[in-house]
Every structure is written in structure tokens, then in C-alpha cells.
């Protein structure tokens, strides 16, 4: 079964870090591009960041830019977000998600359940 598994959400203040996990199951992600997207109560669904599958080009959405960190382990077939300085507006459920070849994360073909990440004091 081909599966995609987020992990690492929770309750954390402003300023503080939180590091999401995405495993694999089912197939490998060396030849996919992932990528992390979240949705907030009431907003659409948005791109966070992506990780290419040849080069490891990484994409960052201007929001996160500069505080969110995109990285790949192919050997633990899992790719992870390390997010700092979070915000208030940063609270949202995290999605990730593959595709595969290529470097940018469009018409993901697998989807994971969702980490629920929430910042507040």
C-alpha cells in the first residue's frame, strides 16, 4: 500500500520550532518530488515548499521563507520541514505529498492525512 505518513505536529508558542516528518511506505521517494502544503480553518489549501527529485532544488513559499527548512533523507525514504520562529498565522493543518520526476510539486499524485500544527501563547 502506498502510503505517505506526516508526523512531528503540536502546540507550540510564537517564536518556538517544530520539526515535521514525512515517511514513505509502499514506494521510494528518491524519484519524487515532495512537497509540504497546509490548510488553515476557513482558507484555501496553500504551498509551503518543495523539494525537487534530481537536483534537490528547494521552492519556499514567501511566507516561510527564511524560517522553514526543507530536507531529504532518501536512506530513511523521508523527506522533513524544520520550521522556527513560528507564527500565530503559521497554525494549520500540514499536508505532504508526491510526485513523481521532476522538480516542482504540481498535480501531486499521493497525499498523507494531515499533522496538525498550532501556535499560541
Known amino acids: 500500500q502506498l502510503q505517505l505518513v506526516e508526523s512531528g505536529g503540536g502546540l507550540v508558542q510564537p517564536g518556538g520550532s517544530l520539526r515535521l516528518s514525512c515517511a514513505a511506505s509502499?514506494?521510494?521517494?528518491?524519484?519524487?518530488?515532495i512537497g509540504w502544503f497546509r490548510q488553515a480553518p476557513g482558507k484555501e489549501r496553500e504551498g509551503v515548499s518543495c523539494?525537487?527529485?534530481?537536483?534537490?532544488?528547494?521552492y519556499y513559499a514567501d511566507s516561510v521563507a527564511g524560517r522553514f527548512t526543507i530536507s531529504r533523507d532518501n536512506a530513511k525514504n523521508s523527506v522533513y520541514l524544520q520550521m522556527n520562529s513560528l507564527k500565530p498565522e503559521d497554525t494549520a493543518v500540514y499536508y505532504c505529498?508526491?510526485?513523481?520526476?521532476?522538480?516542482?510539486?504540481?498535480?501531486?499524485?499521493?497525499w498523507g492525512q494531515g499533522t496538525q500544527v498550532t501556535v499560541s501563547s
Open positions: 505529498a508526491a510526485v513523481r520526476g521532476g522538480d516542482y510539486c504540481v498535480d501531486m499524485d499521493y
Open positions: 509502499g514506494f521510494t521517494l528518491d524519484y519524487y518530488a
Open positions: 523539494i525537487g527529485s534530481r537536483d534537490g532544488s528547494t
